[in-house]
């Protein structure tokens, strides 16, 4: 089922009229970045200011980041830079320290260059302060430092890193441990599993772990005492759809459970109806969609119907297919289709009048 993150915006609205600052900060910060609900950027700002009036020192500090940027407010960078500073080095705050970090790796934009030292000392004091991106940043820096051939030292460090981050219950951090500990059995701790890091991953509703374990379950990835299952594959990609991850990573997911479902196996049976709901909402941009949505209407075994109106609207898929991006339908593909079904030029002329009608499209129901 799809994620609900209204019953989190009804509650960050009642911290907020409750006048908890906190909670204020967070409904402004959800309202201008869309998160958990639709997005409102002008009362996003008003309440982050708000929080920062009510006395919140992380409201302060991301306005002073903020203005680094210009985003939501006037760009000033030297107030912005001054300001966090103060929060940081005068009144200790960890969030100040971790923007810091941040900008001297030049993550606020190229105009002041990199600071190497300064951002780790900033991130150092941010993960004093128990914040958790920080610590995963550390742990990066430790393998990057590693260089390509790895240095067993430094993965050890940046595990360490990364358990610090799994124990403020990062996802990213039980992510990035989890393939560590792949890669390197070496900096497992006993009692540690791998897999398990994975699947706290998910539940704490990191996407890319989703996706990875429904890649995992899928071919395992070199790693041949995991039981593969299509089911779960199915279940992780469909959830990583329904949650909202999606981004530019949503083909991945797409093109696998189409996949599943088209050949089925592995645990999972053939379904073409499931195949073409799934195809459905996609049909207007994704190649791998009206691919197929093509390929099934065009099946003579379907149990979605075998007519020769099946087969016009799936070759129109394929028309539309092999105009999208990265489509592998060309006109080889086309040929040697019409003529495994013994199309007929009036039915190709059709298919074509179909296509060019607007079909398939995520709107019009794809079966005649």
Known sequence: ????????????????AGGDAMGTLRLGEDLFAGWAGPRDPERGMELIHKAAAMGSKTAEAGLAARALLGEGVPKNRKEGLEKLHKLADEEDLGMAAFFLGLYYRGEFGPEDGKKPELARKYLLHAAEKNHAKAMVILGDLALYQGGSKGNAKLRLEAAEWYRKAVGRNSGEAMMKLSRLQQRDPKTRKEGEDWYQLLLGADRVGHGEATQYLGELHYHAMGYTYRDLDWSKSAYFHEKYLSDGFGGGNSHVSLHRLFEIYFEGGLGLDRDYKKCLELAQPYLDY???????????????????????????????????????????????????????????RWEIEQAKKLFRSGFPNASTPLLP
Do not use: Q, W
Request: aromatic residues 6%; contains cysteine; glycine residues 6%.
């Open 1 to 16: 089922m799809p994620r609900n993150d209204k019953p989190v915006r009804e509650l960050l609205e009642k911290a907020a």
């Open 286 to 344: 994704c190649n791998a969609a009206s691919l197929y949505a093509g390929r099934i209407l065009l099946h003579p075994d379907s149990p979605m119907g075998n007519t020769r109106e099946h087969y016009i609207r799936g070759y129109a898929c394929l028309l539309k297919s092999a105009t999208l991006e990265g489509s592998s339908v060309d006109e080889e593909v086309l040929f040697i289709l019409r003529s495994r079904h013994g199309m007929t």
